[in-house]
C-alpha cells in the first residue's frame, strides 16, 4: 500500500488542522493505520492508531483530548484531526501502516507517507 499524508501548513496557536492519510495505492481497511510526528532534533513519537477493527484508539499524553483520529474505509482515508495546537505541536507529521493491528514502535510500520508539516506559531 502507498500512503499520502496532506493538510498540514502553517496555523495560529490555538488552531486546527485536519491531516489526512490516503492510500494511492491499494486498501487500507485490512491496516491499522498510526500518526507519529518528529520535531528538530527529536525522536519519532506515536500520537494515536486506529486498528483495522476501528478499535477504540489511544492517544499519546500530551495530545489527548485535542486530537482525534478517525477511519473512512469508503474514503480510503485516515485523519488526525488536530485542535487547541500548540507551538510545541510543531513537526512533520507522518502516517504509517502495519497489516490488521496496531504497533508501538516506528520500526513495526512496514509502510510510510512521505510526512507533512505542521508548524503551529504566531
Known amino acids: 500500500v502507498q500512503l499520502q499524508a496532506s493538510g498540514g501548513g502553517l496555523v495560529q496557536p490555538g488552531g486546527s488542522l485536519r491531516l489526512s492519510c490516503a492510500a494511492s495505492e491499494g486498501t487500507l481497511d485490512t491496516y491499522a493505520i498510526h500518526w507519529f510526528r518528529q520535531a528538530p532534533g527529536k525522536e519519532r513519537e506515536g500520537l494515536s492508531c486506529?486498528?483495522?477493527?476501528?478499535?477504540?484508539?489511544d492517544y499519546l499524553d500530551s495530545v489527548k483530548g485535542r486530537f482525534t483520529i478517525s477511519r473512512d474505509n469508503a474514503k480510503n482515508t485516515v485523519y488526525l484531526q488536530m485542535d487547541s495546537l500548540k507551538p510545541e505541536d510543531t513537526a512533520v507529521y507522518y502516517c504509517?501502516?502495519?497489516?490488521?493491528?496496531?504497533?508501538?514502535?516506528?520500526?513495526?510500520?512496514?509502510?510510510w507517507g512521505q510526512g507533512t508539516q505542521v508548524t503551529v506559531s504566531s
Open positions: 504509517a501502516a502495519r497489516y490488521l493491528f496496531c504497533g508501538v514502535r516506528p520500526k513495526a510500520y512496514d509502510y
Open positions: 486506529v486498528s483495522s477493527k476501528d478499535d477504540v484508539p
